[in-house]
T-cell receptor, first 114, second 111 residues
């Protein structure tokens, strides 16, 4: 089944404790992206990647890191989480081609930083 | 970069009425405009999309229109049903494949 998976789905942690949220897709998509969703603010892009070893900042990259060592994986790293990073996080992926292309979302990761 | 604005933020309609959600974008190079529906507790899912070489697209009760000159696009839902209640997001994607989303519209369809 073609899908985007994220782990963990729920996480409660404390300030300053490094964490990684994994994202994996099995559709051979070149493009992958991370968003955070907060009430009234929609989906704000954190980082995106056009292909392996190519990453770029989105609108809200501060406090986050990503890596794209393999085409299928795009982990989101919070080196020192803070309470303002409490949010719902979505990973998404799509093909890169002219004319636009559907972006598929993962199930989301709800993160709480105490 | 691209900036997408979406209105209204909330919309309440009676079952059977039509609902219209509007978005504007800033980057004239944007060429792909999807609409996503997000039900409570679930991931956003694509419901319809339009490319910049098309002015209108329809799929059963939903339609999207695009005005490239004015840089705005709209989602139209006719004969609304309670199951249409959800948050709807518009988005715009430029040639660099970076996608930006609007802030979302919470649609409530009252039976």
């Amino acid at each position: 089944e073609a899908q985007v998976t994220q782990n963990p789905r729920y996480l409660i942690t404390v300030t300053g404790k490094k964490l990684t949220v994994t994202c994996s897709q099995n559709m051979n998509h070149e493009y992958m992206s991370w968003y955070r969703q907060d009430p009234g603010l929609g989906l704000r892009q954190i980082y995106y990647s056009m292909n392996v070893e190519v990453t770029d900042k989105g609108d809200v990259p501060e406090g986050y890191k990503v890596s794209r060592k393999e085409k299928r994986n795009f982990p989101l790293i919070l080196e020192s989480p803070s309470p303002n990073q409490t949010s719902l996080y979505f990973c998404a992926s799509s093909f890169v081609q002219d004319g636009g292309n559907e972006q598929f979302f993962g199930p989301g990761t709800r993160l709480t930083v105490l | 970069g691209e900036n997408v604005e979406q209105h209204p933020s909330t919309l309440s309609v009676q079952e059977g009425d039509s609902a219209v959600i509007k978005c504007t974008y800033s980057d004239s190079a944007s060429n792909y405009f999807p609409w996503y529906k997000q039900e409570l507790g679930k991931r956003p899912q694509l419901i319809i999309d339009i490319r910049s070489n098309v002015g209108e697209k329809k799929d059963q009760r939903i339609a999207v229109t695009l005005n490239k000159t004015a840089k705005h696009f709209s989602l139209h839902i006719t004969e609304t049903q309670p199951e249409d209640s959800a948050v709807y997001f518009c988005a715009a994607r430029a040639n660099n494949n970076d996608m930006r989303f609007g802030a979302g519209t919470r649609l409530t369809v009252k039976p």
